[in-house]
């Protein structure tokens, strides 16, 4: 699991300055980021209009549970969290998957940086493209141990966790997995289907499981990273694309953080007593 982690920073720092140094011109990046965001967003606003509809059909109760008074919490501006979310103030802070945004950010300018030396950064760009590829090398060895690793995370997990599941907070959890679930089999069939018609479904769902596994075992977005890059290389998507969105995408592309968003706004409603169905 740890190799997992460790190999996420340079795996994604190699993976995106390689793909945009390596593009023809600055306009097919801006391109790819175009309709990545309106994909990101599309589908964002789709699986919280789908939780949305599963709250009204299956209400949350949080009766009986008292809230307790938080402790002071200093508060920040709008503007001061959004410098904190995308830069850092030190290069060392880059090397940790916990500023990752900060990491895509500063591996696009690098990138960039690459590309407009033309001759100049010509040397730097073989350099970029190597360490990719030594990156995705690495990432082979460590997969081939991976499922031992997830099998007992995973295992460690349930049994430490599992038992709070019983809580009150089983009605909530009872309805997000399967929302989930159908959401992640009926609602991805339909976006590889619109992508690439039944070739794509085919291709997706040859290729999903290992990812999925690995997301769902980690609870983690970002350890998932080089298990979907191997998968969407098998799938066909282009180099510069799946190297380019799939590290952005697992910072800000977070269906099922919108799923859960919305059932804990409807929980949150009811332990305070408030209708959720005018919403």
Known sequence: MNLLFVTVVPLVFFSIASAVAS??????????????????????IVSSLVML?????????????????PADVPSQKLSAQIVNAITVSDFRDLLSRKNMLALII??????????????????????????????????????LYAPIGLGAYFAYLVGVFGPQLLGSCVKAVAVYYPA?????????????????????????????????????ATGSSVASIPVNLKASERIGVPEDIREVVIPMGATIH???SCLSAVLKIAFIYSVLGMDFSTV
Not at 113 to 142: C, H, P, Q, Y
Not at 187 to 208: P, V
């Open 106 to 143: 500063f591996s696009i300018l690098i990138g960039l940086a690459a590309l407009f030396s033309k001759r100049d950064g010509e040397r730097f760009r073989e350099f970029l493209i190597s360490g990719n590829a030594v990156m995705n090398k690495a990432i082979g060895i460590v997969m």
């Open 254 to 256: 977070m269906d099922g």
């Open 23 to 44: 593009m023809a011109d600055a306009k097919r990046l801006g391109k790819i980021l175009g309709v990545m965001m309106l994909v990101f967003t599309a589908t964002a």
């Open 180 to 216: 989930a679930m159908v959401y992640f089999f009926v609602f991805f069939t339909l976006y590889a289907g619109l992508a690439a018609g039944r070739k794509g479904i085919r291709a997706f769902w040859a290729n999903i499981i290992p990812p999925a596994l690995t997301a769902f």
């Open 53 to 69: 509809g599963v709250v009204k059909i299956f209400p949350m109760s949080g009766e009986g549970i008292v809230l307790s008074m």
